[in-house]
Each structure stands twice: as C-alpha cells, then as structure tokens.
C-alpha cells in the first residue's frame, strides 16, 4: 500500500486529498502533485503521489 503523505504542521497521518483550487494546482497534477488537507490541524499543503490518479467523484 502506498504510503500516505505526512503533514508538514503536524506530522499526523491522517490526511486525506482535497479539491485542486486554480490553475496552478490542475497543471501540478499533471506531474502527481496533489492538494491534501491533513484532519487533525486542518494543515492544507501539497504533496507528490508519484503514479497516483485521482479521479471525479460523482455524487450519489
């Protein structure tokens, strides 16, 4: 399983991918750079996931 990227605040674990703002962070995709928020600070930064693709969600 591939590791899940630290946050930078905090150092927890318990992060998760959030929504890309702009274009600048659409174009870093294209290299695997993504947009995380970490949930026990609240900490929002970026983080390569190196192969990874993220896809929509359509909600339900």
Known sequence: ???VPECPSCG???VRR???E???ERLL???Y???FRCDRCRCRYRAM???RRYT???PA
Request: charged share 35%; net charge positive; glycine share 12%.
């Open 49 to 51: 996931r190196w192969g």
């Open 12 to 14: 927890g674990r318990d």
């Open 18 to 20: 959030t929504r890309r």
């Open 1 to 3: 399983m591939p590791r």
């Open 29 to 31: 995709s294209i290299i």
């Open 56 to 58: 929509k969600r359509v």
């Open 33 to 35: 750079m993504y947009p």
């Open 22 to 24: 702009g274009l600048t």
